[in-house]
């Protein structure tokens, strides 16, 4: 702390080595770390000194770190607006002293970002505060030209959790540029977010030709909520052994849930 305040200074060619390693690290004191020091270095010359500082501030949810994270959010640097995004969710706003209306508007302009990887990470901040109005803000993002971005955008949808969220996931389905991977997060999503229309999908996914389509069912059946055994029961007779190990295990998560 008595370095990062400058109130100590450290011999020669060892102060720049400490600096880059106090400030990554500086999460792992918990309570111990020099916060209000640290807070200081994210609006420094150097992108790596920014992002290092606002990295530990995020990790720990430092009050009054709020500013500067909303702040980061429109650095020029990629890994800096992804770190901001990435730490900006419901309990980071909670702790930091942050209104969620704030966190959340700040959220929706990185939807907006030219770079995937912010974008994902605002997605999935977005769904820590499971608010169903978010819907409008994050379907759109289905069509987005990332194909990460278009999966984070559907597992985002599965945690908001209401009837636009379930439609929305619906139409996945139908959409002619869905890949599987998007099929396949979105049949999990809908688990969570809309039983109903899971079931009809689920039911179309374990008549699939496809193994990975049977075993994508399965998985997330054992999430739905349904203590109905009857698909593992099915699915132990399939012909391909790898339906049957996820029939298996899939049965066993459920039932622990």
């Known amino acids: 702390g008595g370095v990062l ?6 011999p020669n060619g060892r102060e720049i080595p400490f600096l880059d390693n106090a400030l990554l690290d500086g999460w792992k004191l918990g309570a111990r770390m020099p916060a209000d020091a640290m807070l200081h270095f994210t609006s420094g010359r150097s992108a790596d000194i920014r992002w290092r500082a606002l990295y530990s501030l995020g990790r720990m949810r ?20 992804e770190t901001a ?15 969620a209306v704030a966190a959340r508007t700040a959220l929706f302009r990185a939807l907006n970002d030219d770079q995937p990887g912010v974008r994902i990470s605002a997605l999935n ?4 505060f ?3 109005s978010d819907v409008t803000r994050v379907a759109p993002l289905i069509g987005d030209g990332d194909p990460n971005v278009r999966v984070a955008a559907v597992e985002a949808l599965g945690n908001l959790r209401s009837a636009a969220a379930g439609a929305a996931l619906d139409q996945v389905f139908t959409r002619k540029d869905a890949t599987w991977a998007m099929r396949n997060a979105a049949l999990t999503a809908l688990a969570h977010a809309d ?15 496809d193994f990975r389509d049977r ?33 298996f295990d899939a049965w066993r998560a459920g039932s622990a849930d």
Do not use: C, E
């Not at 305040?5 to 450290?10: C, E």
């Not at 430092?62 to 607006?81: C, E, H, K, W, Y």
């Not at 730490?87 to 209104?99: H, I, K, Q, V």
């Not at 901040?125 to 820590?128: L, V």
């Open 130 to 132: 499971g608010d169903s």
């Open 125 to 128: 901040s977005i769904a820590t």
């Open 215 to 247: 075993s994508t069912a399965l998985v997330a059946w054992s999430r739905s909520g349904s203590h109905t055994s009857t698909p593992y029961q099915h699915a132990v007779d399939d012909h391909d052994a790898r339906v049957q190990a996820a029939a």
């Open 195 to 209: 039983t109903a229309r899971f079931f009809v999908r689920a039911n179309a996914a374990l008549a699939s030709p």
């Open 5 to 10: 305040n400058g109130s100590q200074r450290l």
């Open 85 to 99: 995004a990435k730490s900006l969710t419901r309990r980071f706003a909670d702790t930091a002293n942050l209104g």
């Open 62 to 81: 430092v009050p009054g770190s709020g500013r500067a994270m909303l702040n980061a959010l429109q650095d020029p640097t990629p890994v800096i607006r």
